[in-house]
Nanobody, 123 residues
Framework: VQLQASGGGLVQAGGSLRLSCAASGRTFSSNAAGWFRQAPGKEREFVAGITSSGAGTIYRDSVKGRFTISRDNAKNTVFLQMNSLKPEDTAVYYC?????????????????WGQGTLVTVSS
């Protein structure tokens, strides 16, 4: 599976962005997926995860109620809708996929990674 993330950019605090992660490979619909982020000088952290079917999702506490992860398996794409953005959301965002149906909040559980897309939120 190869992943290509897009949709990052510069936005003011309170604004919205929608990230996309396009996957190649016929088995993507059997892969759980997730979004991670890494801010400058910080370790990579889990943001959101979704099961292979899309029926189950999980979020880190700081983005609950603001971010929504979803997927369209017919289009081999995972999305991250980000609303009410804050300056502390500034980071490079990475999409990831793993074999199996269930998501994980641990980055080492994911075997496939996209290249990252930069999100900058100005105050």
């Amino acid at each position: 599976v190869q992943l290509q993330a897009s949709g990052g950019g510069l936005v003011q605090a309170g604004g919205s962005l929608r990230l996309s992660c396009a996957a190649s490979g016929r088995t993507f619909s059997s892969n759980a997926a997730g979004w991670f982020r890494q801010a400058p000088g910080k370790e990579r952290e889990f943001v959101a995860g979704i099961t292979s079917s899309g029926a189950g999702t999980i979020y880190r506490d700081s983005v609950k109620g603001r971010f929504t992860i979803s997927r369209d398996n017919a289009k081999n794409t995972v999305f991250l809708q980000m609303n009410s953005l804050k300056p502390e959301d500034t980071a490079v965002y990475y999409c990831a996929a793993r074999g199996g149906n269930v998501y994980s909040d641990r980055d080492y559980m994911y075997g496939y990674w996209g290249q990252g897309t930069l999100v900058t939120v100005s105050s």
